[in-house]
């Protein structure tokens, strides 16, 4: 099993601290079916440092002894506005097409129509567009339908996993179970920046993994 959505490199975000917590994640992730790692930090305000983030890489790859890790970002739109779309070929999945995309938690359905142009921009480019965590954004908690427009459009749909305890917003377990309902999500990750939360993707793989097999 992939996890494609782990905050798992140290010292670069709000994810593990040190060498000494990517170690702990790593274990965890194993213990929960967790066979290989994308490593996504936050390109956003105040995290994002591009040469420290492969530096981090870099570092945890030489200790972990062969574990399959894989560079990648998790990418705000407004800080990819704010780089200019030239980034986006900084920013991917490293080796891979894919380009995980992190909306506005409060973006309204109308702000949905920028996100659109710049979706489309990215599968111009040649890169599949995973959107993190729909769950979360206030506009498809209101309207999933939105979600289903965003998969209509050819983006693939990732659930974090801490939605099996209500979310970090406390909000997305009923809106989560609602996409699953629909048939929207292809992913399930762990969006892990602890130890604990390596269980919760275990349970949401038990509750809800058979729901990605189509």
């Known amino acids: 099993m992939r996890d494609i959505h782990s905050h798992i490199l140290p010292g670069v975000d709000d994810g593990a601290l040190d060498l000494a917590e990517s170690f702990a994640m790593i274990e ?12 996504t930090p936050h390109v956003r305000d105040p995290y994002f440092d591009y040469e420290a983030m492969w530096d981090a890489y870099d570092a945890l790859v030489a200790a972990v ?25 900084y920013l991917h999945f490293d080796g891979s097409d894919e380009f995980l995309l992190e909306l506005s938690s ?36 209101k ?31 009923k809106p989560a179970q609602k996409l699953f309902d629909m048939g929207l999500y292809d992913f399930i990750a762990s969006d892990a920046h602890c130890v ?16 990605l097999e189509r």
């Open 106 to 141: 409060r973006a309204t359905d109308v702000e949905f129509a920028n996100y659109e142009r710049t979706i489309f921009d990215l599968q111009s480019r040649g890169y599949e567009v995973i959107i993190a965590h729909p769950e979360r954004y206030r506009a498809v908690q």
């Open 196 to 211: 604990e939360q390596y269980a919760y993707l275990a349970r949401a793989m038990r509750e809800n993994g058979r729901d």
């Open 28 to 39: 965890a992730a194993k213990a929960a079916g967790v066979t290989q790692i994308v490593c």
């Open 143 to 173: 309207d999933p339908e939105i979600a289903l427009r965003l998969r209509r459009m050819g983006c693939r749909l990732q659930a974090s996993a801490d939605y099996v305890v209500g979310g970090r917003l406390g909000h997305e377990k």
């Open 65 to 89: 002894d062969g574990f399959p890790l894989q560079m990648g970002f998790e990418v705000n739109h407004a800080k990819l506005m704010e780089l200019g779309m030239e980034w986006v070929d």
